[in-house]
């Protein structure tokens, strides 16, 4: 299960940014370290686009299948968090997560 979690997930199934339909950020993640790593890298327009649109959590629900940080991220949206704010905590969430299931304290 951690293991599945955790796995470098080909191209096509990586999480691609966009700040809005159409516009791609030249970003993608293809696994969840990727994903932490590239919260702090990308436009914070970005994140707020794909966080109130559930892409986030679809993409770590189905295609990483983390129930479990989908979850969170979900419970994230609901507080309406914008700008540095939502940044830094998703990135808490998602490095949190991160730093459990690989042993890892810190990953960037």
């Known amino acids: ?17 966009f700040t809005s339909i159409g516009n791609y950020t030249g970003e993608s993640a293809a696994s969840l370290k990727e994903f932490a790593e590239k919260i702090n ?3 914070i327009k970005s994140l707020e686009f794909h966080l109130y649109r559930r892409d986030f959590e679809k993409w770590i629900d189905e295609t990483l299948e983390d129930k479990e940080l989908a979850i969170e991220i979900r419970n994230l949206r609901s507080l309406n968090y914008s ?20 042993g890892d304290i810190k990953i960037v």
Not at 5 to 16: H, T, V
Not at 83 to 102: D, F, N, P, Q, W
């Open 41 to 43: 890298e990308v436009n």
């Open 1 to 17: 299960m951690i293991s599945k979690i955790l796995r470098a997930l080909p191209r096509e199934k990586a999480f691609y940014f």
């Open 83 to 102: 700008g540095t704010m939502l940044k830094e905590h998703l990135y808490s969430i998602v490095a949190k997560r991160y730093g459990k299931l690989s």
